[in-house]
């Protein structure tokens, strides 16, 4: 195991951001803390660094306890904070040579280590540059960079794809997944589903500062009990039929949104061609018709009743 | 040790190359003064009006003052003495006893008392008469020299001496998690915090007194002001200004969640009024506090400096200097040991 976070409660005044908080991390694996703004991702990467004091629990990081003095468990650790945190006024090479040097003394070892890091992210041209004189997403990868030059076993990354255009999100997400193929241990923070759901192993949803569930996507698809959606859109009629699909069997509910049914079933037999006979019975025309797997989305509503979505 | 260096040279650099680094300490001071010596040449470069002294025929200091060239020495009997005061014929009165009498407080009278200070001191060590230098290194040069006028410069040396406070302040606030997301980010590294907070001091120290220097080749070459008659004594002062000035940096960083930008303008205004209390906008102001608070000059860290700047190199006075030393010295130990309990936190509450 390398981080085993146990029962974290991180109070500020009157608010619980982590709320018996756990986290068990595998080694060689790429985890997700999935939650909403403000649900403590960023808390429990702090309190896990030892940068925060918490309340109870306990934190091992490679099996031995963290403090802020761990100077050998830090040396094998990478963090991209959340917040773009560089010197404004040293370069961007200057700026990564900084950081590497923090954990690597051996000069040439070090020079090969910036150089490949620069290239890694895709600043190569831009190594003489101030920061600001980068454009966000540019700055973005100068602060991944800062923190993984060293080549560190375990990886924090809070968010690093916020406010980032698409081109430089896949830039920056291919780049982890080589990261972790190259051995390291990823611990990364979102907000967005599509990015937990293509990029994570397993994923920790969290919200309100609790660990709701842990698991493979999968695993957290086949906790809800809806295991087929199907989306319709009919022509014809212009009242309200969803009392009538509900007696359609094996339906769950039924939701309506911009004109379309949203019909979740509890198991997944059939259920298309049920569908079809009560459209034929009841003389109705579809203009759409498909089916959805649940998302994480669903699991989300699910756990908590609110949706994960901006 | 590597370590050190290392952070040093980074830290260095980002501190040098800052904008406000520029302004603060390269360019205000040199403004400063330009502005000051723009604002005083009239003054500065004037004749220094002759000073009437009155004085009694018997006086055992009457032939050293009838010596000196810029006070006119008019004999005048004791019983009189008031008379002549308050008619403003003269503008001190020095009693057989060696008293000054004075009318009201003024640049003539700081510069009477100034020389007769000498002539007890040397009467008082019982030294020959011939011995008494003061002219060569207090008057008889170049009236600059004697102008005290002069404290508004001693007074803007005191002041950026004490600018090692931005260094300081940058410091502080890049090793604490809980002030800037780069202290946040240094402390989840290996690197220990007292190799930064020392590799900060260093940069401090170096940057400050590079900006100092660069003020003083100013005064000397473009301005061509004489103010060092002795270089090393002025030059311990300014270095306890340096060290003063980054330990209140360190301080003021340390001890509170005030933004960095309100942590600068809070030292640029503490520094520019006590400086301002210490004559740098008119020496009367130190004349008049010297005479009203005088406990004011000696505790006000700045003052100290000025007013040891102004004893060294205008009255050729290297006597009592230690206990504003000292002072100094003890102000900068108790900011940094303040400042060493709220950097030793290395956990935080909040961030
Ligand atoms: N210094 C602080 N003082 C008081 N409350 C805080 C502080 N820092 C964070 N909080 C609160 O703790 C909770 C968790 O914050 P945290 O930053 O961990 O959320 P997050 O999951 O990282 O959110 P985001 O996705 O927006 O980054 C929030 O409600 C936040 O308002
Ligand atoms: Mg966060």
Same mark, same amino acid.
Not at chain 2, 52 to 61: D, F, L, Y
């Given at each position: 195991m390398v981080i085993k976070a146990e029962n974290i409660v991180k109070k500020y005044k009157e608010l619980n951001a982590l709320d018996h908080f756990n986290m068990e991390v595998k080694e060689g694996e790429i985890l997700g803390l999935l939650g909403p703004n403000g649900c403590g991702k960023t808390t429990a990467i702090n309190c896990i660094l030892s940068l925060l004091k918490f309340d109870e629990g306990d934190i091992q990081i490679?099996?031995?306890?963290?403090?802020?003095?761990?100077?050998?468990?830090?040396?094998?650790?990478?963090?991209?904070?959340?917040?773009?945190?560089?010197?404004?006024?040293?370069?961007?090479?200057?700026?990564?040579?900084?950081?590497?040097?923090?954990?690597?003394?051996?000069?040439?070892?070090?020079?090969?280590?910036?150089?490949?890091?620069?290239?890694?992210?895709?600043?190569?041209?831009?190594?003489?540059?101030?920061?600001?004189?980068?454009?966000?997403?540019?700055?973005?990868?100068?602060?991944?960079?800062?923190?993984?030059?060293?080549?560190?076993?375990?990886?924090?990354?809070?968010?690093?794809?916020?406010?980032?255009?698409?081109?430089?999100?896949?830039?920056?997400?291919?780049?982890?997944k080589r990261l972790n193929k190259e051995g390291s241990t990823i611990i990364y923070t979102t907000h967005y589903l599509e990015e937990a759901e293509m990029l994570c192993d397993r994923i920790i949803i969290m919200d309100r500062g609790k660990s709701l569930v842990t698991g493979t996507v999968e695993e957290l698809k086949s906790i809800t009990s809806t295991r087929e959606k199907i989306i319709a859109g009919f022509e014809n009629p212009e009242e309200d039929i969803s009392d009538k699909i509900k007696s359609i069997p094996h339906v769950l509910d039924v939701g309506k949104a911009h004109g379309e049914y949203i019909i979740n079933f509890e198991n997944g037999t059939n259920n298309l061609s049920n569908l079809l006979d009560f459209i034929k019975d009841n003389d109705l025309t579809y203009t759409k018709l498909y089916s959805q797997l649940p998302s994480l989305n669903d699991v989300f509503l699910e756990l908590t009743g609110k949706e994960l979505r901006e | 040790m590597k370590n050190i260096l290392r952070n040093s040279i980074y830290l260095g650099k980002n501190m040098f190359r800052d904008m406000s680094f520029t302004f603060w300490g390269l360019m205000y001071p040199i403004i400063l003064a330009g502005f000051f010596y723009i604002a005083f040449s009239g003054i500065i470069n004037?004749?220094?009006?002759?000073?009437?002294?009155?004085?009694?025929?018997?006086?055992?200091?009457?032939?050293i003052l009838e010596n000196v060239e810029i006070l006119n020495v008019m004999e005048i009997h004791e019983n009189d003495a008031e008379k002549s005061l308050k008619s403003g014929k003269i503008d001190g009165y020095i009693k057989n006893d060696l008293t000054l009498v004075v009318d009201g407080s003024g640049l003539n009278q700081t510069v009477i008392k100034g020389i007769l200070d000498q002539i007890i001191q040397i009467i008082a060590l019982n030294e020959p008469m011939q011995?008494?230098?003061?002219?060569?290194?207090?008057? $008889?040069?170049? %009236?600059?020299?004697?102008?005290?006028? &002069?404290?508004?410069?001693? !007074?803007?040396?005191?002041? /950026? #001496?004490?600018?090692?406070?931005?260094?300081?302040?940058e410091t502080a606030v890049t090793s604490?998690?809980?002030?800037?997301?780069?202290?946040?980010?240094?402390?989840?590294?290996?690197?220990?915090?007292?190799?930064?907070?020392?590799?900060?001091?260093?940069?401090?120290?170096?940057?400050?007194?590079?900006?100092?220097?660069?003020?003083?080749?100013?005064?000397?070459?473009?301005?061509?002001?004489?103010?060092?008659?002795?270089?090393?004594?002025?030059?311990?002062?300014?270095?306890?200004?340096?060290?003063?000035?980054?330990?209140?940096?360190?301080?003021?960083?340390?001890?509170?969640?005030?933004?960095?930008?309100?942590?600068?303008?809070? $030292?640029?205004? %503490?520094?520019?009024?006590?400086?301002? &209390?210490?004559?740098?906008? !008119?020496?009367?102001?130190? /004349? #008049?506090?010297?005479?009203?608070?005088?406990?004011?000059?000696k505790i006000n860290p700045i003052s100290i400096i000025t007013n040891s700047l102004y004893k060294i190199n205008l009255l050729g006075n290297t006597r009592n200097l230690s206990q504003g030393m000292i002072l100094l010295a003890v102000y900068s130990l108790v900011l940094m040991a303040v400042s060493y309990l709220f950097l030793g936190r290395s956990q935080y509450d909040s961030i």
């Open positions: 490679f099996g031995q306890k963290m403090t802020p003095t761990s100077y050998n468990i830090k040396k094998q650790i990478g963090l991209v904070p959340q917040e773009v945190a560089v010197f404004e006024n040293l370069t961007v090479e200057e700026n990564i040579d900084y950081f590497c040097g923090l954990y690597i003394e051996d000069k040439n070892i070090r020079r090969e280590y910036v150089k490949e890091v620069i290239d890694f992210v895709g600043l190569t041209e831009y190594k003489k540059f101030y920061p600001k004189k980068l454009s966000g997403g540019l700055k973005r990868r100068l602060n991944i960079a800062c923190g993984i030059s060293h080549k560190p076993k375990l990886i924090f990354l809070d968010e690093p794809t916020v406010a980032v255009d698409a081109q430089s999100r896949n830039f920056i997400l291919e780049g982890i | 004037m004749e220094i009006k002759t000073i009437n002294v009155g004085i009694g025929r018997e006086n055992q200091a009457y032939p011995n008494l230098d003061f002219e060569v290194n207090y008057l $008889s040069a170049k %009236t600059q020299e004697a102008n005290p006028m &002069l404290v508004i410069f001693y !007074s803007l040396i005191a002041m /950026v #001496s004490t600018y090692g406070v931005f260094p300081g302040i604490q998690a809980n002030l800037t997301d780069i202290g946040a980010r240094i402390n989840t590294t290996p690197i220990k915090k007292s190799t930064l907070l020392i590799s900060g001091v260093i940069d401090g120290l170096l940057i400050n007194i590079f900006s100092n220097i660069l003020l003083l080749l100013f005064l000397r070459f473009v301005l061509k002001m004489d103010l060092f008659t002795n270089i090393w004594y002025s030059g311990i002062f300014i270095l306890l200004g340096n060290l003063f000035g980054v330990s209140l940096g360190i301080f003021v960083g340390s001890s509170n969640k005030k933004s960095p930008g309100v942590k600068v303008m809070f $030292s640029i205004a %503490t520094t520019l009024f006590l400086s301002f &209390l210490s004559g740098m906008m !008119s020496p009367n102001i130190k /004349v #008049s506090i010297d005479k009203n608070v005088p406990i004011l000059g």
